[in-house]
């Protein structure tokens, strides 16, 4: 009796299994009809295969109860005792977990995540979305490890693929430099970055490209500054936003070495007294 038990419990859960890789596959073929968005049928199929999942869950936990005698869905009594059970321990888990789905679905039907976005969650998580569940979504930092965040935690949401993001990038100078010298450099940097990055920039208005890249002036000359701080920014498509970051940077540090320009830095001078007459 008892093997037969074991028996049936290990077939319970192999059909579930199988059965959830079934849900899976359906899903995955379905999204390949529909006309959405690549990211957003990510997400839908994510939201859907964690339904699935905590769905087939408790049906195969109800399966196991019965199949060893624990709770019978048949015997009304049984089921009572059984549901009693299960709303005492629903009902200590219930704020958070209630809290974490409705919090999941709008974030979902809002499109504030998607999966493949790269966003920052709390001001302190950072990552490429890799998966958005019922309860919570799962992230893939740079060093690739998986941080899982309960959805009710999320607070705030910073997201960097959002159709076209603002390239601002400051460097500091020294007073000591000629303005219209450093201005000059960084203006032959724009015409390169708008030479290399033409077919990315965002938006174009009739002949002229609004996000190009151009001198945004002089932005900082506070007296405790170690510099004038001077600004360039462009408008690129989002999914080009960190390389074009990266690349905006070394294009300034090639041409200030080229115009022989000194970028600003902390100084310190050390003043020695010497009392002792001689």
Not at 27 to 37: A, L, M, N, P, Y
Not at 46 to 68: D, G, N, T, V
Not at 247 to 264: H, V
């Amino acid at each position: 009796m008892i093997l037969a038990r074991i028996v049936n419990s290990v077939i319970i859960i192999l059909c579930a299994y199988i059965l959830l890789k079934i849900i899976q596959y359906f899903v995955k073929k379905i999204f390949e009809f529909t006309r959405f968005d690549v990211r957003y049928e990510n997400t839908l199929s994510s939201l859907l295969c964690s339904m699935a999942y905590y769905i087939i869950f408790i049906l195969a936990i109800i399966l196991l109860l019965k199949e060893f005698k624990i709770v019978d869905v048949t015997k009304f009594s049984t089921l009572v005792t059984g549901a009693s059970i299960v709303g005492l321990i629903a009902g200590v888990a219930s704020q958070s977990i209630l809290k974490d789905i409705f919090n999941g679905f709008f974030i979902i039907f809002e499109k504030q995540l998607q999966v493949g976005d790269f966003v920052i969650l709390n001001e302190e998580f950072r990552g490429t979305v890799e998966e958005i569940g019922l309860r919570s979504t799962s992230l893939r930092d740079w060093d690739l490890r998986r941080i899982t965040i309960p959805n009710g935690n999320i607070s705030s949401i910073r997201n960097y693929s959002k159709t076209k993001m603002r390239v601002v990038v400051s460097v500091r100078v020294s007073y000591e430099e000629d303005p219209l010298k450093v201005i000059n450099a960084l203006e032959e940097v724009c015409q390169v970055l708008n030479e290399r990055h033409k077919e990315i920039l965002c938006i174009k208005k009739g002949k002229e490209s609004i996000g190009s890249f151009k001198v945004y002036g002089v932005t900082d000359i506070e007296e405790e500054c170690i510099g004038a701080k001077y600004t360039i920014t462009g408008v690129v498509q989002s999914q080009k936003y960190f390389s074009v970051l990266k690349d905006t940077k070394l294009q300034i540090l090639i041409m200030f070495r080229e115009k022989d320009i000194s970028i600003a830095y902390p100084t310190h001078i050390n003043v020695l007294r010497n009392d002792r007459k001689n």
